[in-house]
Every structure is written in C-alpha cells, then in structure tokens.
C-alpha cells in the first residue's frame, strides 16, 4: 500500500520535508518547520474564505457537492425527509443516532417543558419598530436570553451543555413567531403543549379568536419537511460563526446570536428574501432573458443559485419542489412559480451557468412556498434559522467535546508598513 505521506521541496532551499496525510489532509501546522532560517516564522498556508482548509473533524452531516449528496449521520436527507419529524430529525442530528420511540417521546416532552420565553423578552421585542428586521430582532431576543441564563456559560459541563441545547429548540419557534406578531403588532400567543413541534409553531404565528388553533395537516407536515432539510448543512458560514464565537468558551445563546446574524446575510440564509425581490423585480416571463443578460454583465445576481459546496443540483432544492406542489394543493399556485420554473429553464441551459455549475440552492423555491403560506419575505429567513438552530447546537456540542479545539484564532499575511515613528498633527499633511 502506498505510504500516507507527502513529500515537499522548498525550492528557497533545497531542503525536503516528509508530512502525513490523514484523512485525506495534511496538518497546516507541519508546514511551520518549514523554515529558509531559523529565525523564520515558518511556512503557513493562505486560505482566505477557507476555500480548501477543514477547520475540524466533524461526524454530523455529509456533502458530496460534485454528485448533489447530503447526508445527516449517514443517512440520505430525502429519506429522512420522507420518513421523520423534525423533532426526530433534530434528535439524530444533536446524538447521532436515530430514537427509539420511547426515545422520541422524551425528547418531544422535554422540548415542550421549554417552549414559553421569559416575560422580558416581549418587553426586548416591544421595545423594537414593527418595522425591524425579524433576523435582529431574532439575534436581540437570544442575546437577551444569555442574560436571562447566567449558568449556561458553564459550557464545560455536559448537563447545563444538554439543558441549553433543550431551552434553545424550544424556545427559536416561539421568538421566531413572537416576532412575526409584533411586525403585525398583534398580542403574543402562548405555546400549546398538545401540538407538534411544528404545529405549536404555526399556532403562534396564526392563532387569532378561535378557542382552539387548528393547523392544516399539509401544510404542518410541508413546514415540517422545510425543516428537516434546513437542520444542518456543515462548515457553512453561519455553522462556522457558531463554532468560532463559541470557541472562546462563549455561552451558546450569545453564539447563536452570532450565528443568526451571520445567517442573516444576502449569500447565505438571507437570500431566500432577495430571491422574492428579485421574483418580484423580473415580474413577467417576457424579462426573464434581459435579466439573465444582466447577470452574464455582472449588473445583478441570480439569487438562489450557486454554492460553495454543490456544483450539481441541490438535493434539498429538488425535495422543495415537490413540496411546493402539496402546499399549492391547499394554498393555490403562487404565480412565481412559473417564473422561478423558467428562469431555472434558461439558466440551466446557458453556457454562464453550465459552465460554473451553477444550480439552484436551498432558497431558490422554498421562499415560493413561504409566500404561499402567508409568510412576507423579511421573515423568511427565520425560517431558516429555526431548524437549523439544531445543527449550530449539533456543531458547538462537537466542537466543546472535540480535544484538538482550541480558540478559533486565524493568522495573517501581513502586508501593511513596518514600524514608523508618530508624525504630530500640524506636520502632516
Ligand atoms: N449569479 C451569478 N453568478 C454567480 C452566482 C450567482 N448566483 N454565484 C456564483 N456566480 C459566479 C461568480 O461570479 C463566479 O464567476 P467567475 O468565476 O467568472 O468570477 C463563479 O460563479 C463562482 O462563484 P464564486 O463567487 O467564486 O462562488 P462562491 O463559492 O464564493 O459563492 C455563493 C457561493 C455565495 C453561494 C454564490 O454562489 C452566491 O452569491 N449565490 C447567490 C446567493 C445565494 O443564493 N446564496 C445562498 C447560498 S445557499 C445558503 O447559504 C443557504
């Protein structure tokens, strides 16, 4: 068998250094022996945007970007969406295992115990514009919330580790849909333990005078499947916001108010948003080639296309499709559709695209679906942040219990002046 080793040249002098490969990938750290002298740093690897660096060992969630593959602990996303509960889905993620079904029962009980917030967090939203962004609004309730929990910053200890895990489950729909109602300055409605996790979710955002709440069984179970496939999707941005604010040991409400905001952002989990404006914007058929044309200029983006990871199709987009075919049964057909189907027609068989593999992603179509169910586009992207509050958890619990982790704390190249005396003011100029 050929040896695991590779072996490097450094042309500055000559010398040759041996370094293991493992797992595919040799440490950045043996390169610092790497030296043209011994007062020379050593060498580093320059890797801006972590186009080729694994930050860790990770066993949740697998991508094969090239073949369209994802995988949550080894199993196939489209058969957990088909088959699971969100709340399943959640368990496998956070334990690695799929529950029994006493199992199941618990963890349902448990999170249920956990979904009221403290009265002050309506007062934090309260004190906010119906006009704020429901992302920051988000982000304030889970800062105020690590508050609100001084013993969650023992983040050593595996069983407040576990009871934080829990609280934050619970309580993301409820802040979620508590700002979803004060955007529409309507009273706060209180969880309902005999709903699913799901439907206990669209009974806050949607209960008004009725008695009783009830949610329409297609559209729980297609907000449940947007779920599953929103849990976790690896070393992505706001993943990675999540393990480096919580690697100085930071509290995982505070981290995960970091990670919402990366979240927040146009390239990530905020472009389900900008793929309705951008719906909205192209209006009819007819525009959808000069908008292509604008895109080949670089005037615009085709939002909801392109990854980092998949250059083939999105598994999760593809599930979506068909989900939106369920909602519209019970919805109607929201006529974007027709416009996001065409524009994915064109792009899909237009070199600019071909040729940078770029696919439609997660937001493409699930922001059709939102709309259909009533949502505005600024809320969408709590949406997101929901599910996938599962997979920062899953990511930090990793990360805490990883021994090889240690502060995220990246070099740099520095290329700025070197030491210069002060001038004082009335000689510069
Ligand atoms: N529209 C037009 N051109 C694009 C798009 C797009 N959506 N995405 C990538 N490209 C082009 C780039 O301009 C680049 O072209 P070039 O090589 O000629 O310069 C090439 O495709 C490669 O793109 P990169 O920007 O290098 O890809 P990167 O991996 O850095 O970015 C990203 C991935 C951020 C997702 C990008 O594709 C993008 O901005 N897409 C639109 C926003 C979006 O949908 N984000 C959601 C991603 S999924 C998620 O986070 C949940």
Not at 349 to 374: C, E, W
Not at 386 to 393: S, V
């Amino acid at each position: 068998m050929a040896e695991e080793t590779l072996t490097l040249t450094d042309n500055r002098t000559g010398k040759t250094y041996t370094v293991p490969v493992k797992n595919g990938a040799i440490r950045a750290m043996d390169l610092r022996q790497i030296k043209t002298s011994p007062d020379d740093f050593g060498l580093m690897s320059y890797d801006p945007a972590f186009m080729n660096t694994a930050s860790c060992e990770s066993r949740i969630t697998f991508i094969d970007g090239d073949r369209g593959i994802l995988l949550y602990r080894g199993y196939p996303i489209d058969q957990l969406a088909e088959n699971c509960s969100f709340l399943e889905v959640s368990y496998l993620t956070l334990h690695g295992e799929l529950p029994t079904e006493s199992q199941l029962k618990a963890f349902e009980a448990e999170v249920k115990k956990h979904t009221m917030v403290p009265e002050f967090v309506k007062r934090v939203l309260d004190a906010m514009s119906p006009d704020a962004h429901p992302m920051g609004m988000l982000a304030a309730c889970l800062a105020a919330l690590a508050t609100h929990y001084p013993e969650s910053r023992n983040v050593l200890d595996p069983e407040v580790r576990w009871q934080q895990t829990v609280r934050l489950i619970a309580k993301v729909p409820t802040l979620g849909a508590y700002a979803y109602r004060r955007k529409r300055e309507l009273p706060y409605v209180s969880p309902d333990d005999d709903l699913s996790y799901t439907e206990n979710f669209m009974n806050m955002l949607w209960k008004m005078t009725e008695a009783e709440y009830k949610p329409n069984p297609v559209l729980a179970h297609a907000l449940d499947v947007l779920f599953i496939l929103h849990t976790d999707h690896e070393q992505n941005c706001s993943a990675n916001a999540m393990r480096s604010v919580s690697s100085s040991q930071a509290d995982p409400f505070a981290s995960a108010a970091g990670a919402v905001a990366a979240l927040w952002g146009p390239l990530h989990g905020g472009a389900n948003e900008e793929v309705l404006k951008m719906l909205d914007q192209i209006g009819t058929l007819e525009n959808i080639p000069s908008y292509i044309e604008r895109v080949k200029k670089r005037e615009v983006m085709l939002m909801g296309f392109g990854h980092r990871v998949y250059k083939n199709y999105d598994p999760r987009a593809r599930i979506i499709k068909q989900t939106a075919d369920q909602v519209f049964a019970v919805t109607g057909r929201n006529p974007k559709l027709e416009i996001a189907i065409e524009l994915e027609r064109i792009a899909l068989s237009d070199d600019f695209f071909v040729s940078r593999k770029l696919y439609p992603n997660v937001d493409f179509y699930s922001g059709i679906i939102y709309q259909a169910l009533g949502f505005k586009p600024d809320i969408f992207t709590v949406l997101f942040a929901i599910p996938r509050m599962t997979g920062w958890l899953a990511q930090w619990r990793e990360l805490i219990t990883d021994k090889e982790q240690k502060i995220a704390r990246p070099r740099q190249l520095y290329l700025g002046y070197g030491r210069r005396e002060f001038v004082p003011v009335p000689q510069r100029g």
